[in-house]
């Protein structure tokens, strides 16, 4: 299993930047595929960013050129990197973990959540 803990969420105004991490509890080379997603009210969750164990990264259309998805294999930890953020941003976010094998069973696993607020 794997636990994951989100932080860095909070309130910004628009134009402005935020740095999400996702810290997890075992070694996240060891885990296929690491992500962002977030859940506005009133809608879907979606997906923002998605980085495998190899280093692909994937985004959203919304969001490409202003969030950059990262990791430090060393703190077992993915962030997020946030700029230029609107309102549209505002959401919770959550941090999720996908394994499969061969080097873990199948499962996906999700953190708390952070919110996210843009307004001036």
């Known amino acids: 299993q794997v636990q994951l803990v989100e932080s860095g969420g909070g309130l910004v105004q628009p134009g402005g930047s935020l740095r999400l991490s996702c810290a997890a509890s075992?070694?996240?080379?060891?885990?296929?595929?690491m992500g962002w997603y977030r859940r506005s009210p009133g809608k879907q969750r979606e997906l923002v960013a998605t980085?495998?164990?190899?280093?692909?990264?994937n985004y959203a259309d919304s969001v490409k050129g202003r969030f950059t998805i990262s990791r430090d294999s060393a703190k077992n930890t993915v962030y997020l990197q946030m700029n230029s953020l609107n309102s549209e941003d505002t959401a919770v976010y959550y941090c999720?973990?996908?394994?499969?094998?061969?080097?873990?069973?199948?499962?996906?696993?999700w953190g708390q959540g952070t919110q996210v607020t843009v307004s001036s």
């Open positions: 999720n973990a996908r394994t499969q094998p061969p080097i873990m069973n199948r499962g996906t696993y």
């Open positions: 075992r070694s996240i080379v060891s885990i296929s595929a």
């Open positions: 980085i495998t164990s190899d280093g692909t990264t």
